[in-house]
């Protein structure tokens, strides 16, 4: 088993940053691939950004267009998404997962215009 918990979520201004935060903790060593998604209100949840637990493979989705920025910290068991020129549009509850086996329970992130 793997726990997840994303803190870092909150309001902030269209052009502002924020920085997500996914501590992992259990298993982690069973972890291959990180994952960002999120979840606007009516939406779908969508995928975000990626990164391997090991190397330096990251992914992102196309309407990041360079905003946001995964990362990890291996002794932390930590992922981090670096979310910068935030839009209204990137209000959502955001997510992390390890592979598609376990999900954190979210952070509230709301961009006012």
């Known amino acids: 088993q793997v726990q997840l918990v994303e803190s870092g979520g909150g309001l902030v201004q269209a052009g502002g940053s924020l920085r997500l935060s996914c501590a992992a903790s259990?298993?982690?060593?069973?972890?291959?691939?990180m994952n960002w998604f999120r979840q606007a209100p009516g939406k779908e949840r969508e995928f975000v950004a990626g990164?391997?637990?090991?190397?330096?493979?990251?992914y992102y989705a196309d309407f990041i267009k360079g905003r946001f920025t995964i990362s990890r910290d291996n002794a932390k068991n930590t992922v981090y998404l670096q979310m910068n020129s935030l839009k209204p549009e990137d209000t959502a509850v955001y997510y992390c997962?390890?592979?598609?086996?376990?999900w954190g329970q979210g952070t509230q992130v709301t961009v006012s215009s």
């Open positions: 997962s390890a592979g598609a086996d376990y």
């Open positions: 259990g298993r982690t060593s069973s972890i291959n691939v």
């Open positions: 990164i391997r637990w090991r190397g330096d493979s990251a």
